[in-house]
Each structure stands twice: as structure tokens, then as C-alpha cells.
């Protein structure tokens, strides 16, 4: 019953190092997000996609980018880590044809608690 | 996009009381859907009501709707130890990109 994956539950990384999370879904969804969560802020937008290749920006795009180069795989990528990213991630994913996330909602990954040191 | 404002952001109950969180939005309601979330764990969508209902059920949970108030109110019936968790609001008819807010999070105390 796996939906969406991701790579890692925690992981740990160096101030200056790029670093991929990676979101793998088995749903035929179309649309990929990734967001942050943080004490106090909530979820925040970071990166979405709508279809392979496409990517738009959220609220909070800076210092990272993402790649969709196959439509069950999207990926986020810290261009070069700062202490200040280090958050939870999570990655979701909806369909498009069936109601977008309006008909049968956002089905999210089980997040990756990263710690940028 | 926009952000839900959930209410109150803190709620703690005794095991088999009613749990009740709010939702308010400042533009008009679409489709809207309460998520939950276990601590440190992704969200689990629970239901969605849409803007022509007024309330819908699922099990121990009742969510009614107020397009004229731009709210929505989750209710959870006898409540259990395993729902203590943080609870989500999301209006996500009308665009694409949408935004979660704060949440509100709930303790039941065995």
C-alpha cells in the first residue's frame, strides 16, 4: 500500500554540501509538491510541478531547485546546505485529472528530518 | 495562494470527550479538507466537504461547513488517546498552488 516514498527518514549534512531528497510516488499523480514544516510556521511551500519537466516556485524557493525528469520521481535539492534549511521535508503528491487535489486530496510522504551541521 | 487559520491552535481533552477545532479563511471557500498529522510524520488527508455541502460525516468525525462565514469546524467524537495529533485545514478548489497553515494540535489524555 506504499504511495510515497521518500529516500530518507533522517538525515544529516554538512554546511556547504549539496544534498538531494528525493520523492517517489506509485500513484500516476501528476502533480508533485515539496514543502518544509517548522515549529510555529506551519508547511511551507517550496517547489511544485505539474507535469514532467514543469516546475513552479512557492513561497520559499530560495536556495533551492528541483528536477522532474520522470513523472513519479521529484526531487529537491539544496544547492549548497546552510544550518538555516535544516528542517522536516515533505513531499506530496495529487492528481490532476481526477479532481486535482479537490477531489481526492494530497497524499504525502512520511517526511525527512534533515540536520544541516 | 492562500492559508487557513486553524482555532484554537492548542486543545487538550480527556479521553472519550468531544474534540472540536475551527478553520477561517479570508477568501471564499472551494472544496476544503482536514489533514491529519502524527508528530513527525506526513499528513493523512481525512475528508473533504465541498462548497455545495454543509456538513458530511466519516465515522467518529463530523465537518460542517459555512461558505457564508468562510469556516469550516472538525468535530471528533469520543475521542481516543490515538487521535492526538496535529490537525490541518486546506481550501483547494479554484488554483493550484495551495498552503497549509499552523494547525491546531491536540492532546487526549488517557
Known amino acids: 500500500d506504499v504511495k510515497v516514498t521518500q529516500s530518507s527518514r533522517y538525515l544529516v549534512k554538512r554546511t556547504g554540501e549539496k544534498v538531494f531528497l528525493e520523492c517517489v510516488q506509485d500513484m500516476d499523480h501528476e502533480n508533485m509538491f515539496w514543502y518544509r514544516q517548522d515549529p510555529g510556521l506551519g508547511l511551507r511551500l517550496i517547489y511544485f510541478s505539474y507535469d514532467v519537466k514543469m516546475k513552479e516556485k512557492g513561497d520559499i524557493p530560495e536556495g533551492y531547485s528541483v528536477s522532474r525528469e520522470k513523472k513519479e520521481r521529484f526531487s529537491l535539492i539544496l544547492e549548497s546546505a546552510s544550518t538555516n534549511q535544516t528542517s522536516m521535508y515533505l513531499c506530496?503528491?495529487?492528481?490532476?485529472?481526477?479532481?486535482?487535489?479537490?477531489?481526492?486530496?494530497?497524499?504525502f510522504g512520511s517526511g525527512t528530518r534533515l540536520t544541516v551541521v | 495562494s492562500q492559508q487557513g487559520e486553524e482555532d484554537p491552535q492548542a486543545l487538550s481533552i480527556q479521553e472519550g470527550e468531544n474534540a472540536t477545532m475551527n478553520c477561517s479563511y479570508k477568501?471564499?471557500?472551494?472544496?476544503l479538507q482536514w489533514y491529519r498529522q502524527n508528530s513527525g510524520r506526513g499528513l493523512v488527508h481525512l475528508i473533504l466537504i465541498r462548497s455545495n455541502e454543509r456538513e458530511k460525516h466519516s465515522g467518529r468525525l463530523r465537518v460542517t461547513l459555512d461558505t457564508s462565514k468562510k469556516s469550516s469546524s472538525l468535530l471528533i467524537t469520543a475521542s481516543r488517546a490515538a487521535d492526538t495529533a496535529s490537525y490541518f485545514c486546506v481550501n483547494s478548489g479554484g488554483y493550484q498552488k495551495v498552503t497549509f497553515g499552523i494547525g491546531t494540535k491536540l492532546q487526549v489524555i488517557p
Open positions: 506530496a503528491s495529487s492528481s490532476r485529472w481526477r479532481g486535482g487535489a479537490e477531489g481526492y486530496g494530497y497524499t
Open positions: 477568501t471564499s471557500i472551494n472544496n
